[in-house]
């Protein structure tokens, strides 16, 4: 294993041969624009970043990207990526005893020392499971060596760690781009120590003193059924509440600065800048506002120049200004007025029809944007109350006579959720969207 071991090995020479027998083999060998060329050492801690969904839907995500640059930029850590290989790959790397590798240099996963998982839904939980069994780890956290990889998992499904509980190592609450050089000194510092055995523990026992991060061996949980009672420290120096990591100052984290272009096609084919952060609009049904508050902004000459750099380093012609709401983004006219006339396809998602203006359309109409998508969520004033979406008919009908006047002359109703009240014209319909002449 790694630490009778020199140098790191890798896989390739077992891949490569199975690559024309797959579907998509560009999933597979990395060479990315933007991606690093990793630099191992036996003094840095070596990340393996997870995203538990096929490389399609894992390369463009932010966080996972986020990561990868701020963790390569450290000189005491070096981090590569991986995704959940196809069936069709994974069966043949099962049936020849190949284990799950990174992309960037096919390395095997079991000699890193952390495999960190970006879970985003429920629904890829069995996808961590299956990926840490292919990883040749045990998947139970009780039954781990010494000398196997930290299990780690953040992101917005870690704010439920329970299901997940028995079979990582910790969890990281909140944002990342902080907490993951805390816990890489913590990991160094052990690995300088040996690694001897019984110091596994001693190591979990020290991370889960590190703001953010909760540590399931270091609690006793206790159930009613399959209720949750209580979850009780197992020491006196562990603390009985984690809380969520936030980021007070998006502008001081400007990433990714070298954003990953993909040799194949992704589910997210274009350039993508975060423009902030959190929600003060308080739905009742959105998980992300809840848990990314407090919102904070980047400056908008910040995002114009990560557009400009992104776009030059991408080669991308499309750009998505991404948040949870980017309509009530302070800057969103003056950096779209600077992408007008440029080329530049302008992306907006989440468009919030209160906040949707003539000015904003103009801007967006400016660019080679195709067409707008509106959400008013429930087909009635009632419903809309029950779940804090305080969006009148009077801004539905606004938000459409702005796209309107810009040029926007079609709509398209969606057939989603039209169960209640389809009589009430087209603003009955969960989503309605507006395509240009």
């Given at each position: 294993?790694?630490?009778?071991?020199e140098?790191?090995?890798?896989?390739?020479?077992?891949?490569?041969?199975l690559?024309?027998?797959v579907?998509k083999?560009?999933?597979?060998i990395g060479?990315?624009?933007?991606?690093?060329?990793?630099?191992?050492?036996r003094a840095?801690?070596?990340w393996?970043?997870a995203?538990?969904d096929?490389?399609?839907?894992?390369l463009?995500?932010?966080?996972?990207q986020?990561?990868y640059?701020?963790l390569?930029?450290?000189?005491?850590a070096v981090?590569e990526?991986?995704?959940?290989p196809?069936?069709?790959?994974e069966a043949?790397?099962r049936?020849?005893?190949i284990p799950?590798?990174?992309?960037?240099t096919?390395?095997?996963?079991?000699?890193?020392?952390?495999l960190?998982?970006?879970?985003s839904?429920?629904l890829?939980?069995?996808?961590?499971?299956?990926?840490?069994?292919l990883?040749?780890v045990e998947?139970?956290?009780?039954?781990?060596r010494?000398?196997d990889p930290?299990v780690?998992?953040?992101?917005?499904?870690a704010f439920n760690p329970e299901?997940l509980?028995d079979?990582?190592d910790?969890?990281v609450?909140?944002?990342?781009e902080?907490?993951?050089?805390e816990?890489?000194?913590v990991v160094?510092?052990w690995?300088?120590s040996?690694?001897?055995?019984?110091?596994?523990?001693?190591?979990?026992?020290?991370l889960s003193r590190?703001p953010g991060?909760?540590?399931?061996?270091?609690y006793?949980?206790?159930?009613?059924?399959?209720a949750?009672r209580a979850v009780t420290p197992?020491?006196?120096d562990?603390p009985?509440?984690?809380s969520?990591?936030?980021?007070a100052d998006?502008?001081a984290?400007p990433?990714?600065?070298?954003?990953?272009?993909?040799?194949?096609e992704v589910?997210h084919?274009?350039l993508?800048v975060e423009?902030?952060?959190g929600?003060t609009r308080g739905?009742?049904?959105?998980?992300?506002?809840m848990i990314?508050?407090?919102?904070r902004e980047?400056?908008a000459?910040?995002?114009r120049?990560?557009?400009?750099?992104?776009?030059r380093?991408?080669?991308?012609?499309?750009?998505s200004?991404t948040?949870?709401s980017t309509?009530?983004f302070s800057g969103?006219e003056d950096?779209?007025?600077s992408l007008?006339?440029?080329?530049?396809?302008?992306?907006l998602p989440s468009?919030?029809?209160d906040?949707?203006?003539?000015?904003?359309?103009?801007?967006?109409?400016g660019?080679?944007r195709?067409?707008?998508t509106?959400?008013?969520?429930a087909?009635s004033?009632?419903?809309r109350?029950?779940?804090n979406?305080?969006?009148?008919?009077e801004?539905?009908?606004?938000?459409?006579?702005?796209?309107?006047?810009?040029g926007w002359?079609?709509?398209?109703?969606?057939?989603?959720?039209t169960?209640?009240?389809?009589?009430?014209?087209?603003?009955?319909y969960?989503?309605?969207?507006l395509?240009?002449?």
């Amino acid at each position: 294993r790694r630490y009778t071991s020199e140098v790191m090995s890798s896989v390739w020479s077992r891949i490569e041969p199975l690559l024309a027998r797959v579907r998509k083999p560009a999933r597979y060998i990395g060479c990315e624009d933007g991606a690093v060329s990793p630099q191992h050492d036996r003094a840095k801690v070596a990340w393996l970043l997870a995203y538990p969904d096929v490389y399609e839907v894992g390369l463009p995500n932010q966080g996972l990207q986020i990561l990868y640059e701020i963790l390569n930029e450290r000189p005491d850590a070096v981090a590569e990526r991986t995704y959940a290989p196809w069936v069709d790959l994974e069966a043949l790397m099962r049936e020849r005893d190949i284990p799950l590798f990174s992309v960037d240099t096919h390395r095997s996963a079991d000699e890193f020392d952390v495999l960190a998982f970006n879970v985003s839904a429920e629904l890829v939980y069995t996808n961590v499971l299956n990926m840490i069994d292919l990883a040749g780890v045990e998947v139970r956290s009780a039954h781990r060596r010494v000398d196997d990889p930290l299990v780690v998992i953040g992101g917005h499904c870690a704010f439920n760690p329970e299901p997940l509980a028995d079979y990582v190592d910790l969890v990281v609450l909140g944002e990342g781009e902080e907490v993951i050089g805390e816990i890489t000194e913590v990991v160094r510092d052990w690995k300088a120590s040996g690694r001897t055995p019984g110091i596994r523990e001693g190591v979990l026992r020290e991370l889960s003193r590190v703001p953010g991060v909760y540590v399931p061996s270091m609690y006793d949980v206790e159930y009613d059924g399959p209720a949750l009672r209580a979850v009780t420290p197992r020491f006196a120096d562990v603390p009985a509440t984690v809380s969520k990591r936030t980021i007070a100052d998006l502008s001081a984290w400007p990433y990714p600065r070298r954003p990953l272009a993909p040799l194949t096609e992704v589910v997210h084919d274009r350039l993508a800048v975060e423009v902030f952060r959190g929600c003060t609009r308080g739905c009742r049904f959105c998980q992300a506002g809840m848990i990314t508050r407090p919102v904070r902004e980047r400056p908008a000459e910040q995002v114009r120049t990560m557009i400009t750099n992104g776009l030059r380093a991408t080669g991308y012609d499309e750009v998505s200004l991404t948040s949870l709401s980017t309509a009530d983004f302070s800057g969103i006219e003056d950096v779209t007025n600077s992408l007008s006339g440029c080329g530049t396809t302008i992306s907006l998602p989440s468009l919030r029809v209160d906040a949707f203006t003539v000015g904003l359309a103009d801007q967006v109409s400016g660019g080679r944007r195709s067409g707008l998508t509106f959400a008013p969520e429930a087909g009635s004033w009632r419903l809309r109350q029950v779940i804090n979406k305080l969006i009148t008919e009077e801004d539905l009908y606004g938000a459409v006579e702005s796209a309107f006047s810009q040029g926007w002359h079609r709509t398209k109703r969606s057939e989603e959720h039209t169960s209640e009240l389809q009589s009430h014209s087209f603003i009955s319909y969960a989503v309605f969207c507006l395509k240009k002449k």
